[in-house]
Nanobody
Framework: QVQLVESGGGLVQAGGSLRLSCAASGGTFSGYGMAWFRQATGMEREFVAAISWTGLSTNYPESVKGRFTISRDNAKNTVTLQMNSLKPEDTAVYYC??????????????????WGQGTQVTVSS
């Protein structure tokens, strides 16, 4: 059983940056594909970024491409999401997720087996 714990959320002004971290335990982290999703109030959970188990392949939707960067450290069992040029529409609860599939092309919530509890990101205008 994999446990995921997110940290690093908070309140930031538009144009600012935040760095989210996800610490994994209880499984073979280095073999898992990892991702970040977000869910704004009243909205469905949406894909934000994914990274392959090697860290060599990443995937982003157009809404965050060029602003967000996902990375991982398999030695430390962590995955991070660097978020720059934040916009008010980035406000959401951000979730870390893991799949036993090692690639980065899974973008649906039902393709991920393990989830963290989420961390709130609020971007003020």
């Amino acid at each position: 059983q994999v446990q995921l714990v997110e940290s690093g959320g908070g309140l930031v002004q538009a144009g600012g940056s935040l760095r989210l971290s996800c610490a994994a335990s209880g499984g073979t982290f280095s073999g898992y594909g990892m991702a970040w999703f977000r869910q704004a109030t009243g909205m469905e959970r949406e894909f934000v970024a994914a990274i392959s188990w090697t860290g060599l392949s990443t995937n982003y939707p157009e809404s965050v491409k060029g602003r967000f960067t996902i990375s991982r450290d398999n030695a430390k069992n962590t995955v991070t999401l660097q978020m720059n040029s934040l916009k008010p529409e980035d406000t959401a609860v951000y979730y870390c997720a893991a799949t036993t599939y090692g690639g980065s092309d899974k973008v649906q919530t039902n393709e991920y087996r393990y989830w963290g509890q989420g961390t709130q990101v609020t971007v003020s205008s």
